[in-house]
């Protein structure tokens, strides 16, 4: 059994920082890529950033110069380090996970999804 659970959204101001989380744990052999993904109300999900298991990173156009993603193996977690949030960044922020099981095929994993708020 895999889980991967985020943590640290949260409300904050306009030209404010949150850091995200977002831990892997289970039957764990190997660990792919790591990605956030967010969904604002209405809208589709988008990809936001995604890191490979050797730190080759990816952002999506309306993040890039504002959010930092990283990883630490050792830890299978991904962090999502956002500053100078706009009111536009608000959604509900998943991980996702491309993991080989002890015992499985790769599969994607995806978190419950933590709400970020941004607003005055």
């Known amino acids: 059994q895999v889980q991967v659970v985020e943590s640290g959204g949260g409300l904050v101001q306009p030209g404010g920082s949150l850091r995200l989380s977002c831990a892997a744990s289970?039957?764990?052999?190997?660990?792919?890529?790591m990605a956030w993904y967010r969904q604002a109300p209405g809208q589709s999900r988008e990809l936001v950033a995604d890191i490979t298991s050797n730190g080759s990173k990816n952002y999506g156009d309306s993040v890039k110069g504002r959010f930092t993603i990283s990883r630490d193996n050792d830890k299978n977690t991904v962090y999502l380090q956002m500053n100078s949030l706009k009111p536009e960044d608000t959604a509900v922020y998943y991980c996702?996970?491309?993991?080989?099981?002890?015992?499985?095929?790769?599969?994607?994993?995806w978190g419950q999804g933590t709400q970020v708020t941004v607003s005055s």
């Open positions: 289970g039957s764990i052999s190997t660990i792919y890529v």
């Open positions: 996702n996970a491309e993991i080989l099981g002890i015992t499985t095929m790769v599969n994607n994993y």
